[in-house]
Nanobody, 125 residues
Framework: QVQLVESGGGLVQAGGSLRLSCAFSGRTFGNYAIGWFRQAPGKEREFVVTIGWGDAPTYYADSVKGRFTISRDNAKNTVYLQMNSLKPEDTAVYYC??????????????????WGRGTQVTVSS
């Protein structure tokens, strides 16, 4: 069974940076695409970015392009989300999600089977 644990959230001022981590266990990490989604109070879950398996292609939401960077360390079974130039509208609970051998539907949260419990990111103005 896949387990995902997010960490690295916190409170930061606008313009600041945070690095989130998603620790993966239970299966062969290299076979899974890992996505980050976020959900603010009263809003739907929103796609942020995904890194695929194999060649590790990346897909970013327009709202975070140029500010966020996703990477994966297959030796540590961990995905990182470096978030720079944070804005108050980035405030949300951030979740990582995993799907084996994923080739489509990168931004569709319903197409990810495994989820972490989330980590809170709060950006003050």
């Amino acid at each position: 069974q896949v387990q995902l644990v997010e960490s690295g959230g916190g409170l930061v001022q606008a313009g600041g940076s945070l690095r989130l981590s998603c620790a993966f266990s239970g299966r062969t990490f290299g076979n899974y695409a890992i996505g980050w989604f976020r959900q603010a109070p009263g809003k739907e879950r929103e796609f942020v970015v995904t890194i695929g398996w194999g060649d590790a292609p990346t897909y970013y939401a327009d709202s975070v392009k140029g500010r966020f960077t996703i990477s994966r360390d297959n030796a540590k079974n961990t995905v990182y989300l470096q978030m720079n130039s944070l804005k108050p509208e980035d405030t949300a609970v951030y979740y990582c999600a995993a799907e084996r051998f994923k080739t489509t539907g990168w931004s569709t949260f319903q197409e990810y089977t495994y989820w972490g419990r989330g980590t809170q990111v709060t950006v003050s103005s």
